[in-house]
């Protein structure tokens, strides 16, 4: 059994930054891609930010420049640092992997709970 935990989320006001942290425990062989995705009220879930375990990273034109993911994969751990935040960044974000589980040989995604993010003065 893999659990996808998030944390960080909260209120903050315009211009502000917040650290979203997601922490991956349980039979975990390899994690390969991690991401934070977000989703506001009426919307689609978008992709936000993505990690290879490389270190390669992906971001939605939305936010680069604002934004950094990273990962620590001894903690199996991915991070979302969000700086200048905008109203419009208020949404749920979640924490997605795709990873391999010890004795599977076939390549799972699990997503996270989801942590609240709110900008607004």
């Known amino acids: 059994q893999v659990q996808l935990v998030e944390s960080g989320g909260g209120l903050v006001q315009p211009g502000g930054s917040l650290r979203l942290s997601c922490a991956a425990s349980?039979?975990?062989?390899?994690?390969?891609?991690m991401a934070w995705y977000r989703q506001a009220p009426g919307k689609q879930r978008e992709l936000v930010a993505r990690?290879?375990?490389?270190?390669?990273?992906y971001y939605a034109d939305s936010v680069k420049g604002r934004f950094t993911i990273s990962r620590d994969n001894a903690k199996n751990t991915v991070y979302l640092q969000m700086n200048g935040l905008k109203p419009e960044d208020t949404a749920g974000y979640y924490c997605?992997?795709?990873?391999?589980?010890?004795?599977?040989?076939?390549?799972?995604?699990?997503w996270g709970q989801g942590t609240q993010v709110t900008v607004s003065s």
């Open positions: 997605y992997a795709v990873l391999k589980e010890l004795g599977v040989s076939s390549l799972r995604d699990y």
């Open positions: 349980g039979s975990i062989s390899n994690i390969y891609s």
């Open positions: 990690i290879s375990s490389g270190g390669n990273t």
